[in-house]
Every structure is written in structure tokens, then in C-alpha cells.
């Protein structure tokens, strides 16, 4: 979810704070200052979140199924080495010895019972995806190797590095044993959410690590130390609360980041990631690093390779059936912004009979509220999320979007990473991404229709004023 400035900087500007000012803030942070620069995406409140209870009705559930008393039979393992996976589109490359077997179901990963529940009842889960067979086994084997993952959003890769974080926690042991770092408020929330429901009969602790203020009255100094056993959160965060003593990492046995290829760019969070990686080394060396994400460039790659543990494993997606080669993508030509409007209005969400819910990218606040009050004026209830918002209205907005409450949803690149909605049907790109790769994890399942102007490659759809052009582009891509 790159892009979206802090609401205190954004604030200040019309336009997103590019990936180069936001390592300046970086560089900036270790300099005098009276008031504490703010991280894009590094917010929350500091409400504690409520234990699930487990219903009647799903413990006779559970009861049902025998979920408590499922055991692991060696006798149905199967002896599949990565070097030969099933999927011949998932590269897997391991280092020494240690054979891996590619998991065909839950009970091959020798998972604990609880964890087993929480796959079954909660998550709903029959067997793991490709990538979860093939990337599960090497995290979840000793020696630990530390792994390097490029898998696509949609293919499964929460599911890996979370299951790998629930399955290292010693219950006993009441302190931070593993770390996952993400690079916005939203994407940290939405990987806890799944945690907790993953975890939820394992008794395992976990704890959101993002600001507590969304205001310039930053409270974190005043924030108890943490003593959850599993911690998500933004790495401006992370890194104070380590530099305060208020989050330990001397029990740290799996580090996590993902959307790493962000993390570990050099105009992204480089600093603040490799600061927080040397801190839990000194006190713990073997610690477990596993990096994902769905886009690593050559620059990137490389300097990762050299900064993870020499013997690591690596993981990469050639081609997968949520590619972005599956999804239909459409280019239109549009001479200003009054005739993008009117394509929306009148060729596609007018049009569109299957469209579901509806995100629309926009470069600027300015855009997304021109764009905001030009289709509330024509009647669609749509809303708008941006840096510039509370953290407090952040939240709102894309809990209600995430429940199915609003249909049309004007964003600015704050929620283009990680950000998982299934009911997203259609991506609309007001402006040309600043970088096409951070839309790659909403439009690889959605129809994707860019609004652009003169000097782009030439449109799919040939006339932004024809109504027949549209249907039958809607039509091919089962909009209509």
C-alpha cells in the first residue's frame, strides 16, 4: 500500500508524498526536532482489541468435526522435494541438505490442534494453496532458514507467514516471539485480524504496534510495554517502541516483513528496517527473517539476498492463475478531467450491471475531492480515503467498505498495497499510477479500466465518447 502520506504531512500537500520525501523523513528522524515526524501509514488507536469468545454453536461444531483430537499420521506425508513442485510456475530454490516436502495437506505441516481448529473452523480451509505446500514445509522446518517469497496477493502468502509466526510462539512464554512489520496502518490491522482469527484457540497474544495519536499529540511514550506474544505494526513504530524498552526482542524468533520489497527499498523503509533487523540480531542471531511480497524488482532482490543469512531459501512466482496476464485491463483516451468524470458516470457505472464494488486510484487529494463531490452530485454514494484523514475515519471508511456498506470507494495510493477485498470486481485508474507495480495486488483479481491522457500507449477501448465501445469491453470483462 505505497504512496499515502502521514496525515500530518499530507496534510501540508495536495499531492502524495513520493516514495524519495518519505526516506527523507527517514534520514530527518535522528536530527532535533520539536515535534516528531510521522511515518506514512503509521497510525492507531489505542483501543485494546476484545478476546474472541467461542460460541456454543462452534464448540458443537468442533465437537462435530473432532477438530481437538486431530493427530498428525506420518503415514500420509508425501515425499515431494521442492526441486520438482507440483506447480512447475513456482521457482523454489534451497540451500545444504535439508529435504522439504511439499505439504498436500495441514496435517503434514505437524501442526498443533489449536492451530489445526483455527484452519478448519475458522478460516475455513480444506488444504493448502500451491504456494502454502511448497513455502510452509521450509519455514516451518529446523533448522528455520530465513526465506525470501515473491508470491502474488491472492495466492495465499498471509496464510504462510502468519501460520509460520502462530507455530513458533511457546504459549508459555509471556513475551514478543515474533515480529511482523508491514508498511501502513491498514495493511498492519488487516494481517492482526487474520492472526486473531487463525489463532483464535491457541491462546496465542497478539498486539497491534502503530501511533496511538492521530493527532500531533503523539502518546506513545505514555504506551505500557508490550508483552503479546505475536506483534504486527508500521516500522516507524516498531523502531521507537524498541528504542524505548517497551518492545523486547530477546525472545524473538521470527522476524517478518511483508510487502518486504518496499520495506527494503531504498526509497521506501530501508533505514527503519535494517535498524530493527541489527537490533534483534545482537541479542538473537538465529532468528527466522521471511520476506514477501508480491513484486520484487532485480535492485531490490539483490540487496535482500545479501542481507538475509547466507544459507537462506528463496521462493518466486513465475506465472500464476491470478497473474496479472488473467486480468482484463483496459486504457482509455480522456483530453481532461470533465470527460473522465462523465466516462465513469455514464460508460461505466452506469452501464456495469455486475460490477460489485468499485475502488478508484486518484495521484491527489484534490482529484479525490473533485472526483468525491462530481458523483455525489450526481447522486452515488461513494467515499473517499486519503493521508490527510484521521486515523479514527481511516478505519471507519475501510471497515464499512470492507462490510459491504459502500460500493464506491475513491482512494489514493494509501490502500494500493496488500489491501485484500474480494468483493472488488473493478479497478479505476483516474490518474496513470505514479508506479503500476502498487496497484498489481488489487487488479490481479479485479477488471482494471485507466483513464489516461495523451502521450500513453494507445487505448483498448477506442472511443471514451462510445457507449458501444464500452459494452463491449464491460461485456468481455463479465461487467455486463
Known sequence: MAGATEASASAETDSVTPASAVGSNIELENKPQTEEIKRWGDVVDDEEQPSDTVSSSEDKVVEELKVDKLSIDDTKKINKFLDDPEDSSIQAVTSGDTPYASA?????LNLSPELLKGLYV?????KPSKIQAISLPMILTPPYKDLIAQAHNG?????????????RVNPDVKRPQALCICPTRELSIQNLEV???????TGISSECAVPMESANNDRSRSRPPIFAQVVIGSPGTIKRLMSQKKLSVIDMRVLVFDEADHMLAKDGFQDDSLRIMKDIERFNAHCQVLLFSATFDETVKNFVSRIVKKDHNQLFVKKE??????????KVYCPDEMVKILVIKDRILELG???????????????????????????YEVTTIHGALTHEDRDKIVKEFKDGLTQVLISTDLLARGFDQQQVNLVINYDLPVNMRLHQSLIMRCTCIGLVEQGVLAAKVPSWNSEE???IALKEAGLL
Do not use: P, W
Not at 492472526?195 to 484457540?201: A, F, I, R
Open 353 to 379: 450491471e455486475n460490477l460489485g464494488q468499485t475502488i478508484i486510484f486518484v495521484n491527489t487529494k484534490r482529484s479525490a475531492a473533485m472526483l468525491h463531490k462530481a458523483l455525489v452530485d450526481l447522486g
Open 155 to 167: 495466492s495465499g502468502k498471509t496464510t504462510c507467514f502468519v501460520l509460520g509466526m502462530l507455530s
Open 195 to 201: 492472526l486473531q482469527k487463525m489463532g483464535k484457540y
Open 469 to 471: 465501445d464500452f459494452k
Open 122 to 126: 475458522e478460516m475455513k480451509f480444506q
Open 321 to 330: 492463475e491470478l497473474s496479472l496476464d488473467s486480468v482484463k485491463q483496459y
Open 104 to 108: 498436500s495437506t495441514f496435517e503434514d
